[in-house]
């Protein structure tokens, strides 16, 4: 599975569900803060450019699959409800793959992937990003 590896911090409604699944089995959860960003950073200037962007990143994975599926209706659930816009929708050699944004009140945008064939990956992102930044982000981890 493409895994889109981003970086941010979560809405409230998302970060209920990393906080409730976190530690279950079948289910990888992983927060990497803004310092941690900065080191990345350092390794090349293409990569520095993106991380400056960005406040941290929420990962979490699944690979039971009837977790999976609750997982995926509670963060779609969140979506809608906390008002985020379904920016991209593709479904190709068996994996599906939705991004949702809104933006926040302090000019920041906030994208929410979520990725799903044999596993589901849930990842969020918040910093002044774009969806051009997005993209490239999941260009230089494929």
Known sequence: MTLLVLLGT???????????????????????PKFLMRIAGRADNEAKKLTDK???????????????????QE???AYRSEGYEEIL???EDGEQVL????????????FALLAEDEELAIIN???HLSLDDVRAIEDMLD
């Open 99 to 110: 991004i949702y944004q809104r933006t926040l009140k302090n000019g920041k945008s906030e």
């Open 125 to 127: 992102v918040t910093g």
């Open 75 to 77: 963060a779609l659930a």
């Open 10 to 32: 979560t809405a409230y409604a998302q970060k209920d569900v990393f906080q409730k699944y976190k530690g279950k089995d079948g289910v990888t959860t992983l927060h990497v």
């Open 54 to 72: 960005i406040n941290g990143i929420r990962i979490m994975t699944c690979e039971n699959s009837d977790m999976a599926k609750k997982i995926k």
């Open 89 to 91: 929708r593709v479904k």
